[in-house]
């Protein structure tokens, strides 16, 4: 503002798309910060290298496991088993929290198992599951599925309790029943609390199929981790715990992508995007509708028409 007059120049942070300084210099340079205080401790022998490999190691080794595909292989097992895990968890636990909502009787009966499910060692119960569900692929999924399990429920059933009271209030007053109620009032307002779920357990499902793969595996980042350590070859290991976190930050990244898409109106350029697409369509369908179409012709009479020269009647009328 200069001299009483309100300056309406856009900001940096407006004009880049609102990557403020707060939000993506400031992690860069914390990282910064600890690989150079890293790297410190290593050239100043504060840490052995044999218990904590250079950054710059562990980048070329990074690097060499994927130019000789070693790791391709065990990074797509890995990542099966994540997202099968997730997807199997998901499916099961906003069901039964859908259900609890609609339901306090089936939330009693849910809700302490849930919790029962949650407070269980799942690192123990690891051995339990691959002697039951063998040492393929099976095992890793249940064990991802469970770890992955509780944060989806309790989010979901947490969002479809907690309402807003006035918009509850405004359906039930307009005559809405017990249904429309729970589908245009419970359901929205529980969606972001949903997705909130939606990225812890896909996080824990990628820890899960690791422990899991740490127990026995034949395939997979974590039987990578495992033999790399049991060889002393920390590079390589902690080059695999680098993709690992790679991998889980990625997947947090596209669930909270699917939120910016699904759950638009809880941001303001979401609703304003919204208005403009509904608006862009309505025109169109307005176009269409007020476009003369062709001109109907009316259909002649097949025993009536024009004479002609040599029609008898036309040459009488010219006498």
Not at 35 to 64: F, K
Request: glycine share 8%.
């Amino acid at each position: 503002m200069t001299g009483g007059v309100r300056d309406d120049k856009p900001s940096w942070s407006s004009r880049f798309g609102g990557l403020t300084l707060g939000r993506v210099l400031a992690p860069l340079c914390f990282l910064v910060a600890i690989l150079v205080l890293w790297d410190l401790a290593n050239t100043q022998g504060w840490v052995s290298d044999l218990i904590l490999p250079r950054p710059g190691d562990v980048a070329v080794s990074a690097y060499e496991l994927f130019e000789t595909g070693l790791i391709w292989e065990h990074l797509w097992a890995t990542l099966f088993e994540t997202l099968a895990g997730f997807a199997l968890a998901a499916l099961l636990a906003i069901s039964l929290a859908l259900a609890a909502g609609w339901s306090r009787l089936l939330r009693n009966m849910i809700q302490p198992y849930a919790v029962t499910l949650q407070v269980l060692p799942m690192i123990s119960l690891a051995p339990i599951i691959i002697s039951a569900f063998g040492f393929g692929y099976q095992s890793k999924i249940v064990m991802a599925g469970l770890i992955s399990f509780f944060p989806i429920f309790v989010n979901t059933l947490t969002g479809l309790t907690m309402p807003d009271p006035q918009e509850e209030e405004l359906f039930r007053s307009l005559g809405a029943g017990r249904r429309k109620t729970f589908t245009y009032v419970l359901l929205p307002t529980a969606a972001p609390m949903v997705f909130a779920g939606l990225r812890i357990g896909l996080t824990l499902a990628l820890a899960g199929a690791v422990v899991a793969e740490f127990v026995s595996a034949q395939k997979g980042l974590g039987l990578l981790v495992q033999r790399f350590s049991y060889q002393l070859n920390l590079d390589d290991a902690f080059a695999v715990i680098l993709v690992l976190t790679a991998i889980g930050l990625l997947l947090y990244a596209a669930v909270g992508l699917v939120d910016r898409l699904v759950v638009f109106w809880r941001r303001e350029s979401g609703l304003v995007a919204r208005s403009r697409s509904r608006r862009r369509r309505f025109e169109r369908r307005a176009r269409k509708a007020q476009a003369p179409g062709p001109t109907p012709q009316t259909p002649r009479d097949p025993e009536h028409h024009e004479p002609t020269n040599s029609d008898p009647r036309h040459q009488e009328a010219t006498r």
